[in-house]
């Protein structure tokens, strides 16, 4: 620009008096004030709402831990403190993690606080994890769950017991018959004009009473029990090759094709090793037992998302099939019935010990059948679930 335009541009700019100069820095003066009282409001109430939400966070009955995104807890109210004991800011949520043990439930742990117990000081843990939209940190939320699981324990006691008083009557007439033919076979057995060949047939007759109330009682056991014994960590694969073992040559004296096909690689439950298998071998036999010679029979397992596996976590389905007659649909709702069996032999108390088992483990066991084209029976039961992979960063 010209010297001389700068000159004219320079001399045409309006110039403030003392007046207006002063009235425009009243104005910022005011201005500031109020920025200054907003600031101090908004001060207050980020302060309330700390307050707030620390009282909060000590009120709350369940256990909260705020973890960075390195694992690190960077928060934790009272109740956590409680549980895991005092100063677990800084601390690593893996080393926390490490103390909780499986149970067997998706989603719940136990924490032993004092090694020196075995079950005096467990508490039962449930574990849920929210993480925050900018993924800057997670909140993990810890119920302590004891006393609601004694109480699921003593609920399902309960119902067992109940079941047994509706089965007594019951268990009059199928305790009855098998020993009166008993006492008949054995009370023959006193005849002198016998010979030999028909004092064994009838002694052969009187012990397959007996052992058929034996069978009878043993189930009856297992019924009332319902829990499961024991609880180890086992393959998949490994337990259905093993049922596979024993039941194949049961198949193929009946003349029925069986096979057995696992598709879950080295998953591994967690339970009683020895119920489950017995569910199974009681769904297979029924489904030996079904399949006319020509017939064939097939289990399964596989692995399912928590969304498939229709009780809420990750699971393995075993699926037995069989080409059997199938089952009519008035049938199908009373299978699972104590003492309802469709075989003269059968103490129809299988099926319902086999459901027991499945639920023992946080699972079930689902029938599909149309007459005439077979029947699928479902068992599904959780994975075994590892806390530290659970909620640890992935």
């Given at each position: 620009?010209?010297?001389?335009?700068?000159?004219?541009?320079?001399?045409?700019?309006?110039?403030?008096?003392?007046?207006?100069?002063?009235e425009a820095f009243a104005l910022f003066s005011r201005a500031s004030e109020e920025l200054s009282t907003a600031y101090?409001?908004?001060?207050?109430?980020?302060?309330?709402?700390?307050?707030?939400?620390?009282?909060?966070?000590?009120?709350?009955?369940?256990?909260v831990l705020v973890v960075d995104r390195a694992g690190t807890v960077v928060q934790a109210n009272r109740a956590a403190?409680?549980?895991?004991?005092?100063?677990?800011?800084?601390?690593?949520?893996?080393?926390?993690?490490?103390?909780?043990?499986?149970?067997?439930?998706?989603?719940?742990?136990?924490?032993?606080?004092?090694?020196?117990?075995?079950?005096?000081?467990?508490?039962?843990?449930?574990?849920?994890?929210?993480?925050?939209?900018?993924?800057?940190?997670?909140?993990?939320?810890?119920?302590?769950?004891?006393?609601?699981?004694?109480?699921?324990?003593?609920?399902?006691?309960?119902?067992?017991?109940?079941?047994?008083?509706?089965?007594?009557?019951?268990?009059?007439?199928?305790?009855?018959?098998?020993?009166?033919?008993?006492?008949?076979?054995?009370?023959?057995?006193?005849?002198?004009?016998?010979?030999?060949?028909?004092?064994?047939?009838?002694?052969?007759?009187?012990?397959?009473?007996?052992?058929?109330?034996?069978?009878?009682?043993?189930?009856?056991?297992?019924?009332?029990?319902?829990?499961?014994?024991?609880?180890?960590?086992?393959?998949?694969?490994?337990?259905?090759?093993?049922?596979?073992?024993?039941?194949?040559?049961?198949?193929?004296?009946?003349?029925?094709?069986?096979?057995?096909?696992?598709?879950?690689?080295?998953?591994?439950?967690?339970?009683?090793?020895?119920?489950?298998?017995?569910?199974?071998?009681?769904?297979?036999?029924?489904?030996?037992?079904?399949?006319?010679?020509?017939?064939?029979?097939?289990?399964?397992?596989?692995?399912?998302?928590?969304?498939?596996?229709?009780?809420?976590?990750?699971?393995?389905?075993?699926?037995?099939?069989?080409?059997?007659?199938?089952?009519?649909?008035?049938?199908?709702?009373?299978?699972?019935?104590?003492?309802?069996?469709?075989?003269?032999?059968?103490?129809?108390?299988?099926?319902?010990?086999?459901?027991?088992?499945?639920?023992?483990?946080?699972?079930?066991?689902?029938?599909?059948?149309?007459?005439?084209?077979?029947?699928?029976?479902?068992?599904?039961?959780?994975?075994?679930?590892?806390?530290?992979?659970?909620?640890?960063?992935?």
């Amino acid at each position: 620009m010209p010297v001389g335009s700068a000159v004219d541009a320079a001399a045409a700019a309006p110039v403030l008096d003392a007046a207006q100069l002063a009235e425009a820095f009243a104005l910022f003066s005011r201005a500031s004030e109020e920025l200054s009282t907003a600031y101090a409001a908004l001060q207050a109430q980020v302060g309330q709402l700390s307050e707030r939400l620390s009282v909060l966070m000590g009120a709350l009955p369940a256990g909260v831990l705020v973890v960075d995104r390195a694992g690190t807890v960077v928060q934790a109210n009272r109740a956590a403190e409680g549980l895991f004991g005092g100063g677990l800011a800084g601390m690593a949520w893996a080393a926390l993690a490490a103390r909780l043990e499986d149970s067997g439930t998706p989603g719940e742990f136990v924490l032993r606080r004092d090694p020196a117990t075995v079950d005096g000081d467990a508490r039962r843990l449930a574990l849920s994890e929210s993480e925050l939209d900018s993924g800057a940190e997670r909140i993990l939320l810890v119920h302590d769950v004891t006393d609601t699981h004694r109480m699921r324990l003593t609920a399902e006691r309960n119902e067992r017991l109940a079941a047994m008083g509706e089965m007594v009557a019951g268990l009059a007439h199928q305790l009855r018959t098998p020993l009166a033919a008993a006492l008949l076979y054995t009370g023959n057995l006193r005849q002198p004009e016998l010979d030999p060949a028909q004092r064994a047939m009838v002694a052969d007759r009187a012990l397959e009473r007996l052992r058929y109330l034996e069978r009878l009682i043993r189930d009856m056991l297992l019924f009332a029990r319902g829990d499961s014994a024991g609880r180890q960590r086992f393959a998949v694969c490994e337990l259905l090759a093993e049922l596979a073992h024993t039941l194949e040559p049961v198949a193929r004296a009946r003349q029925v094709a069986f096979a057995a096909d696992c598709g879950c690689g080295e998953a591994e439950l967690v339970g009683d090793r020895k119920a489950l298998g017995g569910a199974l071998t009681n769904l297979l036999e029924n489904g030996i037992q079904a399949c006319e010679a020509g017939g064939t029979l097939r289990c399964e397992a596989a692995l399912v998302a928590a969304a498939d596996a229709g009780i809420g976590a990750p699971a393995v389905r075993f699926t037995v099939r069989d080409s059997g007659r199938g089952i009519a649909p008035e049938l199908q709702e009373r299978l699972f019935e104590p003492f309802f069996t469709t075989r003269a032999e059968g103490t129809g108390l299988g099926l319902a010990i086999a459901r027991g088992v499945a639920r023992a483990h946080g699972g079930d066991i689902t029938l599909r059948s149309t007459p005439g084209q077979g029947a699928e029976f479902t068992l599904v039961v959780p994975l075994a679930a590892a806390p530290n992979g659970a909620l640890e960063n992935p």
